[in-house]
């Protein structure tokens, strides 16, 4: 998938995120403690070949950005970094639509992944409910590595072994 293009699927939404998104970037990178600061608002719009960035929306609006990263290890694995920025969490029911629209969307993005030739997909994080939520509902582990400051790597497999041929974007 380039993201280029609006796909619908589940009742979900997932759009290119662009330069009309910056203030919603803005407003959600500033209220996060782990990205305030640190990261650039535009890295959640950013666009380039095996780097796609995207809005996931439901029918209540946008519920989070992600960014995806095609990178290639040094033994030739072609793996996707998964960046997150999540809606602030306000109520009960932004919680529930969060975690929702990630089982959604991981179900979605697994065989996009697998078919650009990627073999697993990966994170960090060191938020423990979201750590634990996505062993439990989304089939990733923890690796075992402390990154620093508490961050740990999670990993989910695609397909191991299952290659395919060179891939423009995603």
């Known amino acids: 998938m380039t993201a280029l293009s609006t796909l619908r699927f589940s009742g979900y939404t997932l759009r290119p995120a662009g330069e ?3 203030r919603l970037a803005e407003q959600w990178t ?3 403690l782990d990205h305030a600061g640190k990261i650039d608002p535009g ?3 950013e666009q380039r070949p095996g780097m796609d960035s995207v809005v996931m929306e439901d ?3 946008p519920v989070f950005f992600f960014k995806t990263q095609l990178l290639t290890t040094k033994e030739e694995i072609i793996t996707a970094q998964v960046f997150i920025q999540f809606m602030p969490r306000v109520t009960i029911d932004d919680g529930n639509r969060t975690r929702q629209a990630l089982m959604e969307g991981t179900a ?3 065989p996009v992944l697998e078919e650009s ?5 990966f994170f960090d994080s060191r938020q423990p409910k979201l750590i634990a939520f996505c062993q439990k509902r989304l089939g990733f582990i923890v690796d075992g590595k402390d990154l620093g ?3 740990m790597r999670l990993r989910r497999a695609l397909q191991p072994g299952k290659r395919a041929g060179k891939m423009e974007g995603m």
Request: cysteine-free; charged content about 30%.
């Open 20 to 22: 009309a998104d910056r």
């Open 30 to 32: 500033s209220r996060d």
């Open 43 to 45: 890295f959640w719009l």
């Open 59 to 61: 029918s209540q609006g």
């Open 108 to 110: 979605w993005l697994a």
């Open 117 to 121: 030739g990627a073999e697993e997909m």
């Open 149 to 151: 400051d508490g961050y």
